[in-house]
């Protein structure tokens, strides 16, 4: 295998709904994946596969377990203590010490532009301080792939500029970025590959640009249809 | 002035001029319920993290059989520590039997049952909506366990209130395996059942006056240090999170 991720007729079920059916997907290291479809085609349970909380019903997942990978989630979790101790907590859990795990969440805050509201409540952030807290506790991490799951969904749109922004670092710096999105705009701004799901299945797999400026043929009918309602 | 009147008169008289054998009884009531609610929800708290996480063959059966145990009658755990207890039972050789330690035993298996079936709630619920993303941090099974439980304190608190009143509202486990000795293994439910048939109404009163005090304390306490904590650090978030 080469590049970080392999995936040979990945399919997951549910019960008896397929989630995910006969995917097959090759990711490199450096690469930005956008994975866009409509509500329930598959987006989140296919992260959750690359990321490896989930495990496919059939298929094989083949990934280079060398690489760090952290994962950012639609809504974050965030215990009832301060922003400092979340992300400290990320830190402390792969075996470092607690006192260097502050100090390297401090940093990772300060980073995100969350330093002057480090020791307040996670809880009482807002909606973009708590998506960038969750950026800095995987950031800090020290990824070489981070995968997001729609990371700006429900955000106001200077929240939403401020988490691109910050994607947008993390990628110039070399990380490879996996997410989900529902923006084609922010799909645009920051992947330089799209893979259009639908129904669990993958329909088109293309770089950005020819996904965008088509056409896409009669597989990817839909997918095209998809790109013509952002801008019907 | 009716019965219940001239009864709540004396009973506030025994409680003001702090009466000794009252004194004494709260005292015993106080110490039995706290010494096995620790100890029941010590082990009920881990024993509930544990199971709210936990994955294994046979868990739901379990979980149903200690969902059953939180209708046991405290008169049927009374019985069977009496027999636990009892000269010729396993546990004979203690010496425990009409004890301050019997009672403590009564009241652990009485407080577990509930302690881990409503923080086994708790933690699975909070496992459910959270627990992939620790998972995805890397916090194993107990770990998780333990920090969804650390993280659902305020709920997990008054989860300790409800034990801490069944432990010191329960008559008839600590009636059957404590003997309600005077000055030795009577609490105050035992007491207000005995005064009570003797006609002592006084007292049974004064106790029981005593007893919703202690709990409203407690809840008192509770509420006062969710809103301390609302007030402090956790916003509308915790304001509710007790209730």
Not at chain 1, 47 to 56: A, E, I, K, N, Q
Not at chain 1, 66 to 90: D, E, K, T, W
Not at chain 2, 80 to 101: E, H, I, N, T
Not at chain 2, 214 to 222: E, H, K, M, R, S
Request: aromatic residues 6%; positive net charge; contains cysteine.
């Amino acid at each position: 295998m080469s590049g970080w991720v392999q995936l040979k007729g990945v399919g997951l079920h549910y019960g008896a709904v397929a989630a995910l059916r006969g995917i097959d997907l090759r990711i490199a290291a450096g690469e930005r994946v956008a994975i866009i479809g409509a509500n329930g085609c598959g987006k989140s349970t296919l992260l959750r596969v690359l990321h490896g909380l989930l495990r496919p019903s059939t298929g094989s997942v083949l990934r280079d377990e060398a690489m760090r990978q952290a994962m950012v989630f639609q809504r974050p979790f965030a215990l009832r203590v301060s922003a400092l101790a979340n992300v400290a907590l990320a830190v402390w859990l792969r075996g470092v010490p607690w006192r260097i795990a502050k100090a390297k969440a401090l940093q990772a805050l300060a980073r995100v532009g969350l330093g002057a509201v480090a020791l307040r409540n996670a809880r009482t952030l807002s909606g973009g301080q708590l998506q960038r807290m969750a950026l800095a506790r995987a950031w800090c991490l020290g990824p070489q792939v981070m995968l997001l799951d729609e990371p700006t969904a429900s955000l106001d749109p200077h929240a939403k500029r401020e988490v691109e922004t910050l994607m947008a670092d993390f990628a110039a710096a070399g990380t490879t970025l996996v997410f989900a999105s529902h923006n084609l705009g922010q799909v645009k701004r920051l992947a330089t590959r799209v893979v259009y799901m639908e129904a669990g299945r993958v329909l088109a797999d293309l770089p950005v640009h020819a996904f965008f400026n088509g056409p896409l043929g009669e597989t990817s009918r839909e997918a095209e249809l998809f790109v013509k309602g952002e801008f019907g | 002035m009716n019965t219940f009147q001239e009864s709540l008169a004396q009973a506030a008289h025994l409680v003001a001029g702090a009466d000794p054998m009252l004194l004494s009884i709260v005292g015993r009531s106080l110490a039995v319920s706290s010494t096995s609610c620790i100890i029941g929800t010590v082990l009920g708290l881990a024993l509930g993290a544990w199971l709210g996480v936990a994955q294994f063959a046979g868990r739901g059966a379990l979980v149903t059989v200690l969902n059953t145990f939180l209708a046991v009658p405290s008169v049927v755990v009374g019985l069977v520590v009496y027999l636990l207890l009892s000269r010729s039972g396993p546990l004979g050789f203690l010496g425990w039997l009409f004890s301050f330690q019997a009672m403590v035993l009564a009241q652990v298996l009485l407080v577990l049952p509930v302690c881990t079936a409503l923080t086994r709630q708790v933690v699975q619920d909070a496992e459910a909506a959270n627990g992939e993303q620790l998972r995805s941090l890397g916090a194993s099974g107990m770990l998780r366990s333990l920090l969804l439980a650390f993280d659902e304190r305020f709920a997990l608190l008054t989860v300790l209130l409800a034990c801490f009143g069944r432990a010191i509202s329960e008559v008839g486990a600590v009636m059957i395996v404590g003997g309600n000795i005077d000055g030795y293994t009577r609490v105050m439910t035992t007491a207000i059942a005995l005064e009570t048939s003797k006609g002592d109404l006084p007292l049974a009163l004064a106790l029981g006056v005593i007893l919703l005090s202690v709990v409203l304390a407690l809840n008192a306490a509770i509420a006062l240090l969710a809103r301390w904590r609302g007030a402090h650090a956790e916003g509308i978030v915790l304001a509710g999170a007790p209730a």
